[in-house]
């Protein structure tokens, strides 16, 4: 049937209502979004772009350690829409049932996704159906090569880099310049265990005994307990060796030359190998504003948002869409995107029953406290 041009122009703004109409009761909660995120791990311009575009007014706040984040999710009405945990805590929560499951009709930027990275996170989240990854990287040495070498004197660079951190020979000479582990026993304890020849997240509690010597034997020497602080002390020259993740190296690395602070910073690839992770998205099981995340989750899956997350922090991302949009000195980073070769020597994240993580935390807080 051809319609006038009259009824042509009311049957146009019948449907653009209806479709207002249906887009409104799509979506009906207040314009307010909750992100509980990693600390230094965002693009300067990312909220305010999300918030101009859609309206929604975004509360964003940080933490440092997965085990803050995890301590909040089990006590429950966190109030956050979006969280961001790492794979090996992920996979407990998601058995545990914290998570709300993702609707896919949702977020069409899905198919933006490294089909490789999703087979890969499936051993986590089977199916995919509550995490979208963020960013990724690695747990690594990050040194400051002018302060590491005056205090190294005539003794060279040890091939495997985690001797600079564990080995009392080395770091004896390094605590003059400052020597710094992250805050986190799940983030040591897999790394001492590497370090001491065992399998980074084993369930025998036996094996974690050459771990608690390794740390032990090494705590004189530490200067410094930190999961977000480093990067500015390293930056600045205040450390000279740390065990921190890459990007957060990266980030260091960067600020001391826009700053000009003549500090070299670099990140460090182990030839015997480092703890991957993996940080995704998540929605809570009691998230107040579902829809609203939802809407944060595909923004950020598109390729120019992830790229310029990735071109902020120095972390990959699992966009494969994203790669046109890399600054080529990220993208060309060899520490930022592994070579196929480096990405063999590391190990993935993998979760451990909760009798091996009481152990791992009783360890750490006698490392922390230089209690044998």
Known sequence: MKLSPRLLVAALASSLAWAGTT???QNTEPKVLNVYNWAEYIGEDTLKNFEKET???VRYDNYDTNEILHAKLVAGKTGYDIVVPSAHFAKTQIQGG?????DKSLLPNWKNLDPALLEQQQSVDPGNQ???TWLWGYVT???NTGKVKAA???TPMPENPWDLIFKPEYAGKLKSCGISVLDSASEVLPVAMIYAGQQPYSTNAKDYEAARKVLMAARPF????SSSGYIDELSKGELCAVMGYSGDINIARNRAIEGKTG???VALIPPKGATLFFDSMAIPKDAPHPKNAHAFINYILRPEVHASLTNAVFYANPNAASKPFVDKSVATNPTVFLSAADMKKMTPPDAVPQDIRRLQTRIFTSYRANVK
């Open 152 to 154: 190294l004197g005539s």
């Open 141 to 143: 040495v990050g040194i």
């Open 55 to 57: 309206g929604i007014k």
């Open 130 to 132: 509550h995490l979208v």
């Open 98 to 102: 914290l998570f709300q499951k993702l």
């Open 23 to 25: 887009a409104q009761a």
């Open 263 to 265: 500090q070299d910073i």
């Open 222 to 225: 530490l200067t410094r307990l």
